[in-house]
């Protein structure tokens, strides 16, 4: 059954959200990015070590929190460059809304299942 | 979106590709529109990294050559500080509107609208807070 009501709450719910993931939380990831490229990264020694973010990883809150932060900065870019194409001139179709909100769709369940899998050591 | 299956010609202004470079607001509005993009690299590059992590060994063989070898890569860390750059133009510009888009009352028995200078300072305390909060455990358990 068709529904008259439009889906763009969700998307714009998600886009608002990340919006604020990527002005709160993602400046720091960024720094420790930088800091960890700026060093010699060992199995237990330097930012990002392996043991470091096996134990991120490891704890179901603050992996839950990474995959949020992941998965909402995805729906927000492709939401806002979805919606920027208009502006550079280019006439959306249904194909770009197919490939921009797949591509969040696929970030989404490609981070929740690898997640998954390495919280519970399947992999 | 909406199936448009009808016979109207409507009609569509030519405009040049390359419109808003010739005003500096809207090459700064395109560069807002554009941090997008660069969030879009972020996330990508932490996919990357989780899913170098679960290819891993024991010793974590996959993931250290993602951090020392394409983290440590120079063009990565170039890119890793316009990253920076661009989530804190996109942070400022955010907080910016967001008064504009969400309206806070004084009270609930006036349409009285709390000043904007309001969520301005909590979300860039929030922005600060997380900031020191997420380095300060990063370094502490080096």
Known sequence: MHSNRSDEPIYWLLFGAGGMAVGVVLPAIVILMIVAGFQDVGEASGMLNFHQVGAVLGNWLLSAVLFGVIMLTAWHACHRIYHTLHDLTIRVTKLHWFVFYGLAAAITFAAAALQFLIYCQLW | ?142
């Not at chain 2, 990357?48 to 996959?62: E, Q």
């Not at chain 2, 250290?64 to 394409?70: K, S, T």
């Open chain 2, 1 to 142: 979106m909406s199936a448009d299956n009808t016979f109207r010609k409507p009609y569509v202004p030519k405009v040049e590709a390359s419109w808003w470079l010739k005003n500096p607001f809207f090459t700064r509005y395109i560069i807002r529109e554009g941090t997008s993009l660069v969030s879009l690299f972020v996330c990508l590059e932490l996919l990357l990294g989780v899913f170098c992590f679960a290819l891993s060994d024991a010793h974590g063989d996959v993931y250290l050559a993602y951090v020392n070898g394409f983290l440590g890569n120079i063009v990565i860390i170039l890119l890793n500080l316009v990253a920076l750059a661009s989530c804190l133009f996109h942070a400022v510009t955010w907080f910016a509107l967001m008064p504009k888009a969400v309206r806070l009352f004084m009270n609930k028995n006036s349409t009285e609208l709390l000043p904007g200078y309001v969520p301005h300072i909590g979300l860039y305390l929030a922005l600060v807070g997380a900031t020191l909060v997420i380095l300060v455990a990063a370094f502490v358990t080096m």
